[in-house]
């Protein structure tokens, strides 16, 4: 009886484990499936081309052009990991391997308190810093007549924004490398910055290389911060000087309001489709470059 009841509780408790795996493992899919259903009155009438690559938006008409949104996402990511991860990088080598340790402890906190300071802030602070500086300083220094509200604009709020998710993440893994790897190294006769560079780096570049794979999803998905410095205008951006208008913003400027017109709430919610499949791709590549150097 006992061995009975033994066996009972493992195996109710191991049912339990195979729930809650199966239900983390199949939400993704829950997740596409509810918008992808969401999206189907849109994927009914148009051509998956005409909206991913057309470039005119107005639902008032019937036409839902994705592309300026896109090429929009696009510009403001890539520019805010340009900007964010050189410096993650470096700081997070200076930190964890020529820094003392006070300097680490004290360092914590203030990423910390960059991480849990909300969007609508970095937004604000945006409206009142970088937009000015753009409009006043840096426009005319290149040559540019602009108001601020461009994808350089919320391409740098987004890098300080994704700076402390980067930065924690490095700092972890480099932290995790042996010292002994370094101290062999140095015995052979290599400088420190060669060790680091040939041998800490190298050891470390699976997880680098996930690091700012998960901080590109995180800036593509951003929002309120974003929304708040853009621009806003439905147009392609030829330089970073000029306004952009990305899918969150998108999502979030004309749900609410939208939701009693069927084919724009569909719309939306292909955006929002779109974005995931786009979150998705960027953790799968990662994942893919990772396994891939391990082999090596």
């Excluded at 004290?106 to 810093?129: C, E, K, N, R, T």
């Excluded at 439905?234 to 000029?242: A, I, Y």
């Amino acid at each position: 009886m006992y061995i009975l009841n033994r066996w009972q509780r493992h195996w109710a408790n191991n049912t339990w484990m195979i729930i809650s795996l199966l239900v983390v493992a199949t939400l993704p899919f829950f997740l596409f499936l509810g918008l992808y259903l969401k999206s189907f009155l849109l994927l009914h009438d148009y051509h998956l081309g005409h909206l991913l690559f057309g470039k005119i938006w107005k639902p008032g008409i019937g036409q839902f052009g994705f592309f300026p949104f896109i090429v929009g996402s696009i510009w403001v990511t890539l520019l805010a990991m340009v900007i964010s991860a050189p410096i993650c990088l470096l700081a997070a080598i200076y930190v964890t391997q020529y820094s003392k340790t006070r300097l680490l402890r004290i360092m914590h906190p203030a990423i910390d308190i960059l991480a849990g300071i909300p969007s609508v802030v970095y937004g604000l602070w945006g409206i009142l810093v970088i937009v000015p500086f753009i409009a006043r300083y840096l426009g005319p220094l290149f040559g540019v007549d602009t108001v601020g509200y461009s994808i350089l604009a919320a391409a740098l709020v987004l890098s300080i924004m994704i700076v402390p998710f980067i930065l924690n993440i490095l700092i972890e893994i480099f932290r995790a490398i042996p010292v002994e790897l370094k101290e062999a190294s140095l015995a052979l006769g290599a400088t420190e910055w060669q060790s680091i560079k040939q041998v800490i780096v190298k050891k470390a570049l699976p997880g680098i290389i996930a690091a700012f794979g998960f901080g590109l999803a995180r800036a593509f998905g951003e929002t309120m911060a974003v929304l708040m410095v853009v621009g806003n205008v439905v147009e392609l951006p030829k330089s970073v000087f000029d306004p952009g208008y990305t899918l969150p913003a998108l999502i979030a400027n004309n749900y609410g309001e939208m939701l009693s017109i069927p084919k724009y709430d569909s719309a939306l919610m292909f955006a929002a489709l779109i974005l995931l499949v786009v979150s998705l791709f960027f953790n799968l590549i990662m994942h893919f470059f990772i396994i891939r150097y391990n082999k090596y």
